[in-house]
Every structure is written in structure tokens, then in C-alpha cells.
């Protein structure tokens, strides 16, 4: 998720960069430039966020998905934008795909003997 706010950021600053290179390509103040056009500036702003937005859909929908299924979970859980999957945190801290975890969250089973664990090999 702060990738995306990252590109949002990003936006933003090219936004203003662009308007700034106008005003000194016009001789024209910045500040006395952005508050004559200050509706058009906005606009400009606000469509630049929403194209970034659109673009970034699929994984603005996977990371809701997965964090409304950590939830569900009562689990730590984030989405990997450069892996494309959701991740659950393991009880020693690190970061599986939740599609392949077999165990629950916590790490306890019901009716377990002993202190072998399957989940991690000891």
C-alpha cells in the first residue's frame, strides 16, 4: 500500500513540476499562476490521482482483500504488490503466502502430543 502512495505522491509533484516549467517557459509567477487557475490546477491534480488510482486497481483491491482476510483471521497479514499475493505472518515473525499455509495463524493445534511440530520440522 505505500507503493501506491508513493505513485500518488509522485503525481502530485509531477503535477506541480509541470505547472512550474509552464511558468517560467510563460515569465509568469507560480503562486500568482496556480491562484488565477486554481480550479484547473486542482482538476489537474485530482485526475492525475485518479489515473494513478485506475491503474493501480487490481492491486488496491488485493491489498483490501487481503487485509479484510487477516482480519477474519484474527492474523497479522499484508499484500505483496511485487509478489502479487497475500502474506500471514508466522509466529516467528516472517512473511508465507496465505494460499499455501496449512497451519492457523497462531501456530497451535488442537489435540497436539508432544512438542513436535509438523509445520516447521522440529
Known amino acids: 500500500m505505500w507503493l501506491f502512495w508513493l505513485f500518488e505522491a509522485l503525481g502530485f509533484i509531477a503535477v506541480l513540476v509541470l505547472i512550474f516549467i509552464y511558468c517560467r517557459f510563460r515569465k509568469q509567477g507560480f503562486w500568482s499562476f496556480v491562484w488565477q487557475k486554481l480550479k484547473w490546477v486542482s482538476l489537474a ?5 485518479l ?3 485506475i491503474l493501480c486497481w487490481n492491486h488496491l483491491y488485493s491489498a483490501t ?4 482476510r487477516g482480519l477474519s483471521m484474527k492474523a497479522n497479514t499484508k499484500y505483496s504488490i511485487y509478489l ?3 502474506q ?3 509466529p516467528r515473525g516472517s512473511f508465507i503466502p496465505i494460499d499455501r499455509t496449512r ?3 497462531d501456530g497451535s493445534k488442537s ?3 508432544g512438542s513436535h511440530d509438523e509445520y ?3
Not at 45 to 49: C, D, G, P, R, S
Not at 65 to 68: I, R
Open 45 to 49: 491534480i485530482v485526475a492525475v490521482w
Open 51 to 53: 489515473i494513478i488510482a
Open 65 to 68: 482483500q487481503c487485509y479484510f
Open 84 to 86: 502479487g499475493e497475500c
Open 88 to 90: 500471514i505472518e508466522t
Open 103 to 105: 497451519s492457523l495463524p
Open 111 to 113: 489435540g497436539d502430543e
Open 120 to 122: 516447521y520440522g522440529y
